[in-house]
């Protein structure tokens, strides 16, 4: 999603990028935060992202509905 003026990630209360939001079919939350569990990909043992949409494509909830997002903070405009 492109948000030219930030006023989605504002309104969900983004800190960081990247920052992970997967919503359902409802357009209901079920995951936020981290893509994986580590930043060195040949250290991943948690594909939250991927599970997350795994999960919500089976029509489940994620094994993991919020892990600490890593990254910079958010550039926001003024």
Aim: aromatic share 8%; charged share 30%.
């Amino acid at each position: 999603m492109y948000d030219a003026d930030q006023s989605f990630a504002r309104a969900l209360g983004a800190e960081r990028t990247p920052e992970v939001f997967v919503f359902d079919r409802d357009r209901r939350l079920v995951y936020h935060g981290a893509i994986d569990d580590n930043r060195d990909e040949t250290a991943v043992t948690t594909r939250y992202l991927r599970d997350a949409l795994d999960g919500v494509l089976a029509g489940d909830e994620p094994p993991v509905a919020e892990s600490a997002p890593v990254g910079c903070t958010v550039k926001w405009r003024s």
